[in-house]
């Protein structure tokens, strides 16, 4: 993938060179190296102490992946950081290659290479927080409705292991709770207009810890009231439920012809997918390059910052 590629997908956002020659930089796993060391040396600047009193907050898990912290001792064994780097460096590779595609393949086939790409970058994000086995699951799963239900009863089940809930721990991790993380946190309250009325009703938590289920209504539901929210909400909400809305989709999409042309001919239900990419390429995907790569504090610590 070369560099005019890249740079039309992220045509119009701040910082633009930057992120592409960020992205060419860490398909090397050397590089990877130096990216991970400067992105925990300038994230905790304790050190260990400040990783350990953020993380005994956060509950174990029965039946979860050990997951825990990079450590200063990880990022100075040789064999760690070759593992790592080129765990880190195949993410970011994959995901450029499925953003490449997702410009270049039909309507119908866009979400499914767009939910890929975003696997991939979430992949590397948690990755380049914590230390885990092998994802071997999307962390999520969609069932089929019973026959005669419409496609919006499409049921969602989030898992204690895979891609989904180590990404829920990687925002925890950077001081992002969330409607997921299975922490003490309550969910999103009331929110009211000047004239006192409710604008949009509670959201409640969804821990991945006691894999709940959630209709596929209720997801775009949850999504729209995100949206409409005032104040400060973390955006690991908003990205999040986008993700677990966005895998259902491309499942269909995927899998399902017949639900999935019934979507495609709901206009709502179409807005709906057309406003989840928009978000995932406008929003989302910088919003957590924002976290990583694309962080200030890291550009001069890092030779892609001058090159």
């Known amino acids: 993938m070369g560099f005019s590629t890249l740079r039309d997908i992220f045509s119009g956002r701040i910082g633009v060179d930057y992120c592409v020659r960020s992205l060419l930089y860490l398909r090397s796993p050397n590089n990877v190296k130096e990216y991970l060391l400067s992105l925990h040396r300038v994230t905790f600047k304790e050190g260990d102490s400040e990783k350990k009193r953020k993380w005994s907050t956060y509950p174990k898990i029965v039946g979860a992946s050990n997951v825990v912290p990079i450590k200063e001792k990880d990022l100075v064994d040789s064999q760690f950081m070759t593992s790592q780097s080129e765990k880190l460096s195949f993410d970011i590779s994959r995901f450029a290659e499925f953003l490449d595609g997702y410009r270049q393949v039909a309507e119908d086939i866009k979400p499914i290479m767009l939910h890929y790409s975003v696997v991939y970058l979430f992949d590397f994000f948690s990755r380049s927080w914590l230390k885990y086995s092998e994802n071997r699951s999307h962390g999520i799963t969609s069932k089929q409705p019973v026959a005669g239900s419409s496609v919006s009863e499409y049921v969602v089940q989030l898992e204690k292991n895979g891609v989904f809930p180590r990404a829920v721990d990687a925002f925890y991790f950077i001081n992002q709770s969330s409607l997921f993380s299975p922490d003490a946190d309550d ?121």
């Open 187 to 307: 969910g999103i309250g009331y929110q009211r207009n000047t004239l006192g009325g409710i604008i949009s009703n509670r959201i409640e938590k969804m821990k991945y810890s006691e894999t709940p289920t959630v209709n596929l209504h209720l997801l775009v539901n949850m999504y729209e009231r995100l949206g409409k929210i005032i104040g400060s909400v973390s955006p690991s909400n908003y990205i999040l439920t986008g993700y677990a809305l966005l895998f259902t989709i491309s499942s269909i999409s995927r899998y399902r012809a017949k639900d999935w042309f019934e979507i495609r001919e709901n206009k709502d239900m179409k807005n709906t997918v057309d406003l989840l990419q928009y978000d995932f390429l406008y929003k989302w995907v910088p919003e957590i390059l924002m976290q990583t790569i694309l962080r200030k504090d890291l550009k001069n610590e890092l030779s892609i910052a001058s090159s």
